[in-house]
């Protein structure tokens, strides 16, 4: 069965500090990956996706993902972060056909501080 | 496009009461997820529909919980009787069924449940 792990359940930065959310993922096969992203009272949102090719990925709010098959890994990563991305982030999986399903962690909890 | 709409958006009822919660998905999607968002477990996937066929409901809590996709534009999840354990928040998300890197989800607002 598929799953998905995050370990840090609640990470709290300064604004202009680094991010790195950890991502582990099970699943015996080709995967796609995904991280969405919940801001306070909103939708949850796609913010990055990887399918095939380049394993490092580019979203959305200079936020990147990278792909590292031998430790079933996509962490997702940002410079420099800002107040704005306060919110909740999701990591999830799939297997590579369109009609599976997704499996998401249990989310991370990101608090930037002014 | 409104997006996939859910309502209602916040349920407070009494233990053992009916609940039904009603999604409507993406005009041209063809295919409906239910999960459900709690502190300890984060999002778990309740069941998926495909051409409004039940795919995966491995992940429904138990008997009390079940779900219908009647059409390609309308679902409900029902819990009878409810229980204070299923408080949460509960998503319902579309997509179109493609080939590879079509798997993408467009979520709704979510309903957030509370049985008291």
């Known amino acids: 069965a598929q799953s998905v792990s995050q370990h840090n359940h609640h990470v709290i930065l300064s604004e202009a500090a680094s991010l790195e959310l950890g991502c582990n993922y099970s699943y015996g096969g080709t995967v796609n990956l995904f991280w969405y992203v919940q801001y306070p009272g909103q939708h949850l949102q796609l913010l990055l996706k990887?399918?095939?090719?380049?394993?490092l990925v580019k979203g959305i709010k200079g936020f990147e993902a990278e792909f590292i098959k031998s430790k079933f890994s996509f962490n997702l990563r940002k410079p420099s972060v800002q107040w704005s991305d306060t919110a909740e982030y999701f990591c999830?999986?799939?297997?590579?056909?369109?009609?599976?399903?997704?499996?998401f962690g249990t989310g991370t909890r990101l608090t930037i501080i002014p | 496009d409104a997006g996939v709409i859910q309502s209602p958006r916040h349920e407070v009822t009494e233990m053992g009461q009916e609940v039904t919660l009603r999604c409507k998905p993406i005009s041209g999607h063809n295919s409906l997820f239910w999960y459900r968002q709690t502190m300890m477990r984060g999002l778990e996937l309740l069941i998926y529909?495909?051409?409004?066929?039940?795919?995966?409901d491995s992940g429904m809590p138990e008997d009390r919980f079940s779900a219908k996709m009647p059409n390609a534009s309308f679902s409900t999840l029902k819990i009878q009787p409810s229980e204070p354990r299923d408080s949460a928040v509960y998503f319902c998300a579309s997509r179109t069924i493609g080939a590879s890197g079509a798997n993408v989800l467009t979520f709704g607002a979510g309903s957030r449940l509370t049985v008291l």
């Open positions: 990887y399918f095939s090719g380049d394993p």
């Open positions: 529909f495909n051409n409004n066929v039940p795919i995966d």
């Open positions: 999830a999986v799939s297997g590579p056909f369109g009609n599976e399903k997704l499996t």
